[in-house]
């Protein structure tokens, strides 16, 4: 028969296994990641999207990869109205208070504000738009995993003008604005690749045009009457609208438009009044599509919304999103296997990144390969983009994995 | 009005800044209080102090420019880039020293301000505005489109570091310090131009000009000076905000910012250079409290998404900015007048 005192050894060993039991296995390292935003300036309508295909990535990275490693990430977003200065004095505040190891950024403000001050900090940043020629520097610590804009066209171009058997260069119109010196840097990409691939391209004219134009039919017409075959226009949602209508009134409709991810197919579809009206034009871009297509990138996005609260729609933005934040905690997973689960600072995720290539497969096929070095800001070698179309009034696929010609820098 | 007791016997006594030595005093602790900082506060807090001090001398250009003088300026963010890029050449591509190229900046864009300065004589007002529209449009164009070898066009600008003595000036303590010297020297600058027959000059300009010609100023040149030494201070901002972003970029100098000078004016008041300091001050408090708090309350209340909240924030913003021009139309620096005068005179009303 127990006695008192056994039965009170019996009762604090149970105890104790018990809260043994509770307590986790392995303590988790945190790492924090900042999350720059633009909640009020003008990419608010959109940013929603961008911040909750980033905290999704983190919330199902944390329960189904960073828990084996003892490791979990947090973020926490800043809004920098689109600003640069707003940026410059957020930033001293966030490497101080917040430590991150990694960044994740929005676009130019956070580039033009951080690019001299990141390698003094010894902390990356990585973002989700295509890279800018600008940009093109040696030694970077803001990184794009999608290579420039241009390079993207140029994946384009050659596609069409192999897909389409066209004897002769493939003669473009561009219409650009110069309103952003990030419009200039887009167009100047697709003029340099003309320039030194004259057999493939010819740029017919380069139009500018003010930021959000209303009515581009005279500048159009002069573009077919020179016997532009594509019409490039990579600035935004209006310009694209503007150049529709142009090529609706004077009846060419053999002239398709070539668009980006920021101002693709569904987002001037929608604002031009109907996906349909845009049947036949393109989008090219190093990332996935945001098509209905059964792809790999829509089931991983699938599963985040099933499981791990994504809110935010199967869009461009969405997919901007996800290709930054799976870079970051790829990387981070690389940088412990390098240092160790509670050794990861901002330069070994730097390190690990620029000596590991980052497979599709680990990124649900959201991007391509992504295999970075210190020679550029983003991947040179190797990438692919796909390519986004209309048919039938649906969007869809044109062609995946198109490979990215060589580009020298302009 | 002054203390009770305290009566200026001359003229020079009259126009001193400080009036009594409690004045002094307090004149003193602040400037010590200032240089201490940032042993006393945070990174955020002194990079947001930088910020502050960088917009602090554009504005008090500014003021100079549209609060004494009257003339109408919706290009001072050009100017400030005309500053900012010449002061990040100068150090980039001839290796000069900041204490050399800030000055240097802030002549260059005084030479930009002075070409508009000119249209200022023949028109006014609405017009005037659109001119000075013109001149932030110019500079944009300008930049874009020059040979980029010159002032790296669409690629922006890299600027080297400030140096002293082989020093660094790259962290936020001593890049504060830099800029707190250039403000303290440019606002003693400013308080001495409006007290000088310049800033006489300017007030009676904007009071009337026809009168003011009439009475022997010359116009002309009044209102040529004050486009000259408004832009030469947006020059000397510019240049302090290359140093301290180490990249300049034209979207850095929109017609936004512009704006957002004129809301500081009126927030501070219009006609006073401390009306501009507390304005500037004002609206960074402002701006900077509702960034650093939106992350916050979406921390605290993960229900109120992200959106909602800074979104709200922004309206708050707004609407501080309407709620002021509506009810204070004057200025911050209009009310802390009543205030003081009410202090000094209690219990009598007047």
């Known amino acids: 028969m127990p006695t008192r005192r056994s039965f009170m050894a019996a009762a604090v060993l149970a105890a104790g296994l018990a809260t043994m039991g509770a307590s986790p296995a392995v303590a988790q390292k945190n790492y924090n990641i900042a999350s720059m935003a633009d909640f009020t300036g003008p990419y608010a309508d959109v940013m929603t999207q961008l911040t909750g295909a980033r905290w999704a990535v983190a919330r199902w990275w944390n329960a189904e990869v960073g828990k084996d490693l003892g490791v979990k990430v947090t973020l926490k977003d800043y809004d920098h109205r689109y600003d640069a200065a707003q940026v410059s004095s957020l930033w001293p505040g966030i490497r101080s208070e917040l430590d991150p190891i990694v960044v994740l950024g929005v676009g130019g403000p956070d580039v033009a504000a951080l690019q001299n001050r990141l390698p003094d900090d010894r902390i990356p940043m990585i973002m989700s738009t295509a890279g800018y020629g600008f940009a093109w520097l040696p030694d970077p610590w803001i990184f794009n995993p999608r290579p420039t804009y241009g390079h993207e ?3 384009f171009y050659q596609w069409y003008h192999k897909e389409k058997g066209i004897d002769g260069p493939l003669k473009i119109g561009i219409i650009s604005s110069e309103a952003s010196p990030a419009y200039v840097d887009i167009h100047k990409g697709s003029q340099q690749y003309a320039a030194d691939n004259p057999d493939v391209v010819k740029v017919v004219e380069t139009v500018y045009t003010e930021v959000q134009p209303s009515d581009l039919t005279t500048q159009v017409h002069r573009l077919a009457r020179n016997g532009a075959q594509v019409i490039t226009v990579q600035t935004n949602t209006a310009a694209v609208v503007a150049t529709k209508r142009a090529l609706q009134a004077i009846g060419r409709k053999d002239i398709p438009i070539l668009m980006s991810s920021h101002n693709g ?7 031009i009044g109907g996906i349909e009206q845009l049947e036949g034009d393109y989008a090219v871009y190093g990332m996935a599509v945001a098509s209905q297509d059964p792809t790999t990138a829509r089931k991983f996005y699938e599963m985040l919304r099933e499981k791990y609260n994504l809110e935010a729609g199967w869009n461009a933005m969405t997919v901007m999103g996800l290709n930054q934040s799976l870079i970051a905690v790829r990387a981070l997973e690389a940088a412990v296997a390098k240092v160790g689960a509670d050794k990861v600072n901002g ?7 620029v000596s590991t290539t980052i497979t599709s497969e680990q990124t649900f096929g959201i991007l391509p390969n992504v295999a970075f070095n210190t020679s550029a800001p983003f991947p040179l070698e190797g990438l692919t983009a796909n390519i986004a179309t209309v048919k039938d009034g649906k969007h869809t696929i044109a062609a995946e994995n198109v490979p990215v010609p060589a580009l020298n820098k302009w | 009005m002054d203390p009770s007791g305290v009566f200026a016997t001359r003229y020079e006594r009259d126009q001193a800044l400080v009036r009594t030595r409690k004045q002094l005093a307090w004149l003193l602790a602040f400037a010590v209080l200032l240089v201490l900082l940032p042993w006393f506060v945070g990174p955020r807090l002194v990079a947001t102090a930088t910020v502050m001090l960088i917009t602090a001398v554009v504005v008090v250009g500014l003021q100079i420019n549209t609060g004494y003088a009257g003339q109408v300026n919706l290009g001072q963010a050009a100017f400030m880039g005309v500053g900012a890029y010449t002061t990040g050449v100068l150090a980039l591509k001839l290796g000069l020293p900041f204490w050399l190229s800030i000055p240097l900046g802030g002549l260059a864009a005084a030479v930009f301000g002075f070409i508009f300065g000119l249209s200022a004589v023949r028109i006014k007002g609405f ?4 001119t000075t529209i013109a001149a932030q449009m110019l500079f944009h164009f300008m930049v874009l489109n020059l040979p980029s070898s010159w002032f790296g066009g669409s690629n922006g600008l890299s ?3 400030a140096t002293l003595f082989g020093y660094r000036i790259a962290d936020e303590s001593s890049m504060y310090w830099l800029c707190l010297a250039f403000a303290a020297i440019m606002i003693y600058g400013a308080y001495g131009i409006a007290r000088s027959r310049h800033g006489r000059a300017f007030i009676a300009v904007r009071d009337d000009d026809v009168a003011s010609g009439m009475m022997g100023i010359d116009v002309v040149r009044a209102k040529a000076t004050a486009f000259l030494v408004g832009a030469f201070y947006a020059g000397i901002g510019g240049g302090l905000w290359a140093y301290y972003v180490r990249f300049v970029a034209v979207d850095q100098f929109t017609l936004l910012h512009s704006i957002w000078f004129i809301a500081m004016i009126i927030v501070g ?5 401390t009306g501009a300091l507390i304005g500037a001050f004002a609206i960074k408090v402002v701006q900077e409290a509702i960034t650093s708090l939106g992350p ?9 998404s992200g959106d909602i909240v800074f979104a709200t924030m922004n309206v708050f913003l707004g609407g501080i ?5 509506m009810f204070e139309p004057r200025g911050l620096m209009h009310r802390w007048n009543i205030i003081k005068r009410s202090y000094r005179l209690w219990p009598f009303p007047y």
Do not use: C
């Open chain 1, 153 to 155: 066209a140029a994946a």
């Open chain 2, 269 to 273: 008041g219009m006609g006073s250079i």
């Open chain 2, 296 to 304: 916050t309350v979406v921390e605290q209340f993960p229900f109120l």
């Open chain 2, 127 to 130: 017009y005037l505005a659109l």
């Open chain 2, 159 to 161: 600027v080297p570091p």
């Open chain 2, 321 to 325: 900015i309407a709620a002021f021009l």
């Open chain 1, 265 to 271: 197919l569904p987002a001037s579809g929608k604002a």
């Open chain 1, 347 to 353: 330069e070994a995720l730097r390190e690990a990144m």
